[in-house]
């Protein structure tokens, strides 16, 4: 189960780099669910075939992020947007900590944006 | 100069997923801003072949982000991260405007990465 999440998470944010016969048959695995026979089946080609394909396409997907970061910066921001999030709900702070703690996470996102 | 900036900023990104050699004729020109005549000197091509490369890998650089918008959304989280500072930076605010400002943009930000 979490290497289909993880997968997913590499296609939402690679996948436009892969071809489109790649990307309908990554898709149809990874978000569709759909069994390797029936890709195979539908795309008219081999089960090992569909096999081999997806596994490439990972390991494409991959190595993109290995370059990029991007996934391990997006998500090193969102973690900062939460805290800032869970933050302005408590209500036992004053003001002024508010203040400060709002000042030191946003720029600690600005920071990882650069 | 917006050019030269606009290339700093594909390199930023995108400069992983070029080879060694188009890294390092490409960060002469933009980073270290030598003429294409010192580049060509320094890596034994013409300057027709070092301008045609830079201009190839920032085509190159361009279409990886008009396929991943990964500038693009950083820009946005960006200027939504600044708004958030210059907030906790106004003394006149209150507590209470504080808190639900903050909520705002942090939800705003986290809506950003997904």
Redesign the interface.
Known sequence: MEKIVEQGLLYD??G??LTEHQKSIYEAAVYEDMSLTEIADEHGISKQGVHDLIKRCTKTLQS?ED??H?IRR?EA??FS??E??K???SADM???E???I??EI??R??EE?T
Do not use: H, P, W
Request: charged share 25%; net charge positive.
């Open positions: 944010f690679y436009e780099l993109y370059k990029l991007m997006f921001i969102k947007a939460e800032l999030l933050v302005s709900n004053s003001g002024d508010l203040r400060k709002t000042g946003s720029s996102i600005i944006l």
